[in-house]
């Protein structure tokens, strides 16, 4: 165990000497697949709720493509499915990107969390009490400083405990990365594995990690509920 | 692209049964995971609302840490440290060398993963029944299994049903990550059909496809049964 940790917390916590590892680049896959997704959940689930159903459709379509099947597939088809492609191989941009096993998880991870995302913040829209639009709109806000000003505010404070769940999914659904070779924790613990076979040693130290990150999220969201939903407080 | 079709679904022709064992092999797994992880999700559920503060304690400490450590880190956990653990066991005692096959393997442990999340619902739903009715089937005689069976359990159910669809939709999707370990599920066979048949994307897309049909099929069977047993709001959770 000590042989272990002496030997492997240099790629378990940043890097093997040549490419950023371990918690890093969970960390990174994390919060960039997040912001990512949220960038792509914002106007979708604007879209999600419109009373057009030719703007709502296309929406409902997606997530409902992405939350239907699993992430894992997803990512095959990001990494290696569309890369078999020779019209994508040819042109020399899709190559570049597809080529870096990085870059297709990024938009796996990013496209799903959207998905989720989107559905999320919908919900949240659509419980705007009714009242406070009404009185927005008396007082003259309309159309796009509606959105602005109040309804996205008040949805994404809404939405922050169904998205601090999403926010913990997706930090474990990271874990697919390896499978993409992209080496977060769970590569370094399988490496780490195949080359001393202290199998409980090597994926026990990647759960314990996961475990503290997991418990840092919910203490972050829980201030954060704190501070943006106090209003909601019924004891206040 | 349709001369691709064309010759993709002259190709389906040939993996057809393979694929069909994929679907088979899932779906399989799924079920049997469910039926494991109701079990444990009962049995933890009873400890977690247990008076003895030992069951409470440890039921707490199982949903804790199953929730906050990724799936397939455990899986992978489960998977070779089990092996690693009945290899030695073997080894010592002087047995012949026995391998977990991988279907066991990915019961056990999907079972055990999802079971931490059945334990939350149940324990809420069990919370939600109104403490009059298990007095009231006392009073009228029953016996505490009787009581727990028709009374309590019937009801619990009712208010369980939302949870546990959500639960049985996110375990589905999971199994998918079997074929990490190594099984031979609908994912594995969409790749080894796609790789030696040199269409993998298309294979890839008809899997994702098969996964879309069985969640929108276990979504109607949900509805219907929440319309039917149904009747009580549950915050839905995943």
Redesign the interface.
Known sequence: MIELILEYWRPFLYSDGQQITGLAMTLWLTSASLCLGLLVALPLSIARVSTRSWVRWPVQGFTYLFRGTPLYVQLLVCYTGIYSLAAVREQPLLDAFFRDALNCTLLAFALNTGAYTTEILAGAIRSMPRGEVEAARALGFDGWKLYTYLIMPSALRRSLPYYSNEVIFMLHSTTLAFTATVPDVLKVARDANAATFLTFESFGIAAAMYLCITFALVGLFHLAEKRWLRFLDPSR | MLENVARFVATLEGFAPLLLQGVWVTLKLALLSLLLGLIFGLLGAGAKLSRVRAWRVSAQVYTT?IR???????M??IF??VQ??VSRLTAVMGWAYLEIDPLTAGVLTLGFIYGAYFTETFRGALLAVPRGQAQAAKALGMKPSQSFIYITFAQMMRFALPGLGNNWMVLL?????V??IGLADL?KVA?VA?KSS?Q??SF??L??LI??LL??ASNAVLRWLERRYGGAKQE???
């Open positions: 840490l906050g450590v990724p799936d397939l880190v455990l992978l956990l070779y440290g690693t653990a999707k999971a199994t998918a990550l074929s990490i994912v790749q796609g040199q993998l994307l890839l897309l899997a994702g996964y879309l969640s929108s839905a959770q995943r």
